[in-house]
């Protein structure tokens, strides 16, 4: 080797050695462990204490509804909600309770939300009936049926009838006839529709308008057109438009009425379809 070769060498550094930590020993570890499990058992029981103790040191106290209510009074909706509550303000489950209101038969949706330090406040909205279902039921202009659990029925809506699952027929119908009919003085008392598809109408004083299955649309204009001069005969009890080209009336002549007197015609009728 040249003597620069040497002298470059020696100039260079060795690196110090690198000191590998001995492993801890079994005692050690297991000391570690033992801390490590009272760590986490300390914190579970903690937690179950907490648990336990939380709805007594912060209880819910003052239950408050806020929203528009007819179909049920606040005070029977706070009641409903005081059972249902099993912690305090921090572990109360609020969706639990929402769920639990929204249950109720007159309630469209609801949201829940703490207050601290021990109130819960509910904003409800309930459903708007605007006609009652059947015998026991009641329905919103979405076709949507709810029963009270009370079985109470607000007095003067009209009566629609049907299976649940055309609810929305039966509702469209009606919002479609009701106006037309008012603008000839008629006022519906009730819709029908029945298990073969046989509509039918009720006019507030007891009239009843037959429309059947088919071509209901046109019945019912022909209902409109004809009615003026059917009114103009006397007052009738029933009006039949199932037929191809007319309709059949039973009416009791103005003249007759009170004398129990009952007669039938037909205008305009061909054979019923």
Do not use: C
Request: no cysteine; aromatic share 6%.
């Amino acid at each position: 080797m040249s003597q620069g070769a040497q002298q470059a060498t020696a100039g260079m550094e060795r690196p110090a050695p690198i000191e590998v930590p001995a492993p801890p020993s079994t005692g050690a570890l297991l000391v570690r462990l033992l801390t490590a499990v009272v760590l986490i058992g300390g914190l579970v029981g903690a937690g179950f204490i907490a648990l336990k103790w939380e709805p007594r040191l912060l209880p819910i106290r003052v239950v408050t509804i806020d929203g528009e209510m007819r179909g049920l009074s606040k005070e029977s909706l706070q009641q409903t909600i005081a059972s249902h509550i099993t912690g305090g303000i921090l572990s109360q489950d609020l969706n639990g309770l929402k769920a639990e209101v929204e249950a109720l038969p007159w309630i469209a949706t609801a949201s829940v939300r703490r207050i601290w330090p021990d109130r819960i406040v509910f904003t409800v909205r309930e459903h708007e009936a605007i006609a009652r279902w059947g015998e026991n039921g009641l329905v919103t202009a979405d076709g949507i049926v709810f029963r009270p659990r009370d079985g109470r029925l607000p007095a003067g809506l009209p009566r629609l009838d049907g299976a649940d699952d055309f609810a929305a027929e039966v509702v469209r119908r009606f919002q479609l006839w009701h106006p037309r009919l008012a603008e000839l003085g008629l006022i519906i008392d009730g819709v029908a529709r029945d298990t073969r598809g046989d509509w039918s109408l009720r006019l507030l004083g007891g009239t009843e308008l037959m429309l059947g299955t088919d071509d209901i649309d046109t019945r019912f204009e022909r209902l409109l057109a004809a009615y003026p001069q059917v009114e103009a005969i006397g007052i009738p009890t029933r009006i039949d438009l199932r037929y191809s080209n007319g309709i059949a009336v039973r009416w009791l002549p103005r003249a007759s009425v009170g004398t129990g007197v009952d007669r039938m015609a037909a205008i305009n009728s061909r054979e019923r379809s």
